[in-house]
T-cell receptor, first 115, second 114 residues
Framework: NAGVTQTPKFQVLKTGQSMTLQCAQD?????MYWYRQDPGMGLRLIYY???????DKGEVPNGYNVSRLNKREFSLRLESAAPSQTSVYFC??????????????FGSGTRLTVV | GENVEQHPSTLSVQEGDSAVIKCTYS??????FPWYKQELGKGPQLIID?????GEKKDQRIAVTLNKTAKHFSLHITETQPEDSAVYFC?????????????FGKGTTLSVSS
């Protein structure tokens, strides 16, 4: 049982390049989330998808786009990477939005460096 | 929107001592408060959570308390062990029109020395 799988694990980009971070879960969860983690800043919400077909902005959405491709997959795209987007990116999922099924499962992260 | 403050940012204790991490939140509508532990190079893992209709919850050496009136909650670890060394995050469930998501504190790095 893989849980939440993120690819790639590491990536180096040049300023201005684009890339897509992939996330897939095999737990039949309805909700998925993208966070970034920076030293001293904790985990900040970028975007989330409460259910298949819906997405919404979090705390720090600028410079990112997302796609909920299907129930399993939620991708994060950087159209024109900037050094300020150097970070560790975590994807998470939860069964749903009600309190009875709200626990998050996190992936192992993607470490992105923009030079 | 929801804002979560966490203190201290670093905490060093001797093995066997207790450790306490405190968080405050701003949105009185928040009703779910989990704590996550993150080990080096890994994603955060849920260690305990509490809902707004409960004041305290325990799981072996770990306990969480919630004061809804004051809008703060705390993590208590007793009889600390070296394997408790990690970064700990508190979070609160935030609401908007599209749904809910967790807003995290900035984390506490706990070091337990033997």
């Amino acid at each position: 049982n893989a849980g939440v799988t993120q690819t790639p694990k590491f990536q180096v980009l040049k300023t201005g390049q684009s890339m897509t971070l992939q996330c897939a879960q095999d737990m039949n969860h309805n909700s998925m989330y993208w966070y970034r983690q920076d030293p001293g800043m904790g985990l900040r919400l970028i975007y989330y998808s409460a259910s298949e077909g819906t997405t919404d902005k979090g705390e720090v959405p600028n410079g990112y786009n997302v796609s909920r491709l299907n129930k399993r997959e939620f991708s994060l795209r950087l159209e024109s990477a900037a050094p300020s987007q150097t970070s560790v990116y975590f994807c998470a999922s939860s069964e749903g939005q009600s309190l009875t099924n709200y626990g998050y499962t996190f992936g192992s992260g993607t470490r992105l460096t923009v030079v | 929107g929801e804002n979560v403050e966490q203190h201290p940012s670093t905490l060093s204790v001797q093995e066997g001592d207790s450790a306490v991490i405190k968080c405050t939140y701003s949105d009185s509508a928040s009703n779910y408060f989990p704590w996550y532990k993150q080990e080096l190079g890994k994603g955060p893992q849920l260690i305990i959570d509490i809902r707004s209709n409960v004041g305290e919850k325990k799981d072996q050496r770990i306990a969480v308390t919630l004061n809804k009136t004051a809008k703060h909650f705390s993590l208590h670890i007793t009889e600390t062990q070296p394997e408790d060394s990690a970064v700990y995050f508190c979070a609160a469930r935030a609401f908007n029109q599209a749904g809910t998501a967790l807003i995290f504190g900035k984390g506490t790095t706990l070091s337990v020395s033997s």
